[in-house]
């Protein structure tokens, strides 16, 4: 039987999918919807689980929205679980192997004050409790830092305070990754060797600072070369001890190089490496004599030597791996541990831990398992009277994409006049280079002069436009031949002998439903269109600059918000204005019905509208249970949005939160993938 997984890449591709649909062109609009102003079915007391079926999501949520504000990009952040340094606990370390890793507290966050500073732990010593938290802040430079208690971590990314604390929770953070930190990585070097076995019966570190003649061609009584040095008093009197072993220079002249032994006469304590330091050492260098790690991989450039330690309970065992240079390019590698031969009992066994692809720290976001995204908004009191502080609300909700309705724009001069019924596009448009004709019984193209295949292809929409006239005909590709010869999906709605062709690119859409120049009103209109751009009508070619927009009464406010409650004006009132929550009726409960919202001194509002509740001075509404009514006048405005248009991708229900005229709401909602 074959076995699958879903794998946390294929979450985490997800999550930055969603993210990034809220800067993408296309028909992404998102909208934080707060519905429900009336208690749950059976009371406030026990909240219910969302439901995940049409009814509710395709219904439910349009009868019940009250209001809705934009989502922008900014208020949209990946997230990943927050770990805060404590003293004393023990963290585990990044490993590539291990399946269970994004489970595992391998990074913590430091507070800095002003900023947040994440660190990957990178070793954990053996997994001793962690007593010093990692303090380097220096975000630029490719640096590991160790800290007293044996830990190394390695700085990801750091965070201002402001958009921490705008998207954190109690149990996740924000996550980024930092353009300085993945500037100074190295893809493929090694980093990190960790220690699986220590083994034991290693001879103990020499170490040692170079005389004159000690140094190459001054060693007494030996020919020497570049190659050889001569050690300490205290070297060891066997030939080829330390065949194998590492020399370190670890301070003074060509600090920081290390080089194998490959030949060791006792009788001079002469050892011979395999390579020419690249700065040759000096009387002012020290060195140190300890176990080689030797490297094999793909990559090239890794060294790195080994620390010899003793205790009570076991003798010369293999306590540190000291890397020299990290190297590049491996894939694949393995270390071993060698040299300081004759009395190792029990051989150390190392692992060698490759980093994610391009370096630690090269994709944060990935790196750290983001498998969560925060959306954090504010409704901010009255958002400059553009939704109510009346009543309260009980759930909150992601829209995708509605569309809107009562969208009323004034135009600058049309060409043209756009008919009822047809789709009205607004795009950029493209001047292209030359000429071009057809006419309308044919859906052939021909240019002089244009580059017809330079940029346009099937599906693309464009406009050909009369150059006396000023009229144009919208239409859409089918194929292009040449730079001279393109075909369209239908022939051309006018005869064009010397025309221009713009190549467009599609923003916003929406049906024309009334008005004549110079006001047009759409229905079913994305929340694209803005000020100071062309639209195109699609059956009658007709083009015209928009100048001004209005939703439904409201000035526009770049689609920042939307109102879905009905409002009608009234004239009095009997028993009392209707109490907020309260089901209402119109003449007859089966043909109209609605529950009422709230009111100010000129409107009633009210939502979940059955039927239709008419504008008619002549028909109050009043209570289903109860006395009050009110007198309605001859004006009503209906919801900004279209019923069932768009997409609920997200629904939480709550406690009933209450509005008021200074007050503003911090929502946050997490989406896990």
């Not at 995940?52 to 989502?71: R, S």
């Not at 002003?114 to 732990?121: A, E, L, P």
């Not at 030996?222 to 030939?239: D, I, K, M, P």
């Not at 994709?363 to 925060?374: F, Q, R």
């Amino acid at each position: 039987m074959a076995k699958s997984i879903v794998t946390n890449k294929f979450r985490e591709h997800l999550a930055q999918q969603f993210v990034e649909s809220f800067t993408e062109t296309a028909n992404n609009t998102y909208y934080l919807v707060a519905s429900k102003h009336t208690p749950y079915s059976n009371g406030d007391a026990t909240i219910p689980s969302p439901g995940d079926n049409n009814t509710e999501l395709e219904v439910d949520i349009y009868d019940d929205a009250i209001f809705g504000k934009k989502i922008t990009d900014s208020d949209v952040n990946l997230m990943i679980p927050k770990y805060v340094w404590t003293s004393n606990t023990v963290y585990d370390y990044y490993d590539p192997d291990d399946s269970n890793l994004f489970s595992k507290q391998f990074y913590v966050v430091r507070d800095g004050g002003t900023q947040y500073y994440i660190y990957k732990c990178l070793d954990n010593n053996f997994g001793v409790p962690s007593t010093e938290q990692p303090s380097d802040t220096t975000e630029s430079a490719c640096n590991f830092i160790t800290t007293a208690d044996g830990y190394t971590w390695k700085l990801m990314y750091k965070v201002n305070e402001a958009t921490f604390e705008k998207f954190a929770t109690d149990d996740l953070m924000p996550v980024y990754t930092s353009a300085n930190v993945s500037g100074n990585t190295t893809s493929g070097s090694i980093d990190i060797i960790r220690i699986s076995n220590t083994g034991s019966g290693y001879i103990a570190t020499l170490t040692g600072q170079f005389n004159t003649d000690d140094l190459r061609t001054a060693i007494p009584a030996y020919s020497g070369n570049n190659t050889t040095y001569r050690l300490a008093t205290g070297a060891s009197s066997n030939n080829d001890f330390y065949v194998g072993s590492a020399l370190y220079i670890s301070g003074g002249t060509g600090q920081g190089q290390v080089r194998r032994i490959v030949d060791y006469i006792s009788t001079n304590r002469v050892a011979v490496i395999n390579a020419a330091f690249s700065v040759a050492p000096s009387t002012d260098s020290t060195y140190t004599v300890a176990p080689s790690v030797i490297i094999q991989g793909d990559g090239t450039g890794a060294s790195a030597f080994a620390t010899v330690t003793s205790n009570s309970s076991v003798n010369n065992f293999i306590s540190k791996i000291n890397i020299v240079t990290r190297g590049s390019g491996y894939t694949w590698a393995t270390a071993t541990v060698t040299g300081n031969t004759g009395g190792v009992s029990n051989n150390a066994v190392v692992k060698l831990i490759l980093p994610p692809t391009g370096g630690h720290g090269f994709d944060a976001i990935s790196e750290l398992g983001a498998k969560s995204v925060c959306i954090s908004s504010t409704f901010d009191k009255t958002e400059s009277g553009y939704i109510t502080v009346e009543n309260d609300y009980r759930k909150v909700s992601i829209l995708k994409d509605p569309l809107f309705k009562n969208v009323h724009m004034t135009l600058d001069t049309e060409y043209g006049a756009f008919t009822a019924g047809e789709t009205v596009y607004q795009a950029d448009v493209k001047r292209l280079a030359g000429f071009v004709s057809g006419n309308t019984t044919t859906n052939v193209i021909t240019g002089v002069n244009t580059v017809l295949d330079k940029g346009l292809k099937a599906g693309d929409y464009v406009i050909i436009t009369d150059t006396a006239l000023g009229n144009s005909s919208f239409n859409t590709i089918s194929s292009v031949t040449n730079s001279t010869y393109l075909t369209l999906t239908s022939n051309l709605t006018l005869e064009v002998i010397s025309g221009r062709i713009s190549h467009l690119s599609i923003l916003a859409s929406g049906i024309k439903d009334g008005n004549s120049s110079p006001y047009i009103t759409l229905k079913n209109a994305s929340p694209k269109f803005v000020l100071s751009k062309l639209i195109i009508g699609a059956n009658s070619g007709a083009t015209a600059n928009v100048t001004a927009i209005d939703v439904t009464d409201k000035n526009f406010n770049n689609w920042s918000t939307f109102d879905n409650r009905a409002k009608i004006s009234y004239s009095g009132v009997s028993g009392g204005m209707i109490p907020e929550d309260k089901q209402i009726l119109q003449t007859d409960a089966s043909l109209s019905n609605a529950y009422f919202h709230s009111s100010n001194s000129t409107f009633v509002f009210i939502t979940r509208e059955r039927g239709l509740i008419n504008a008619d001075p002549s028909e109050p509404i009043r209570m289903m249970v109860g006395s009050n009514s009110v007198t309605l006048g001859s004006t009503k405005y209906t919801s900004d949005i279209v019923r069932s248009s768009g997409k609920v991708m997200y629904v939480e229900n709550s406690n009933p939160i209450t509005r008021n005229s200074d007050q503003s709401e911090t929502i946050r909602l997490v989406l896990n993938f």
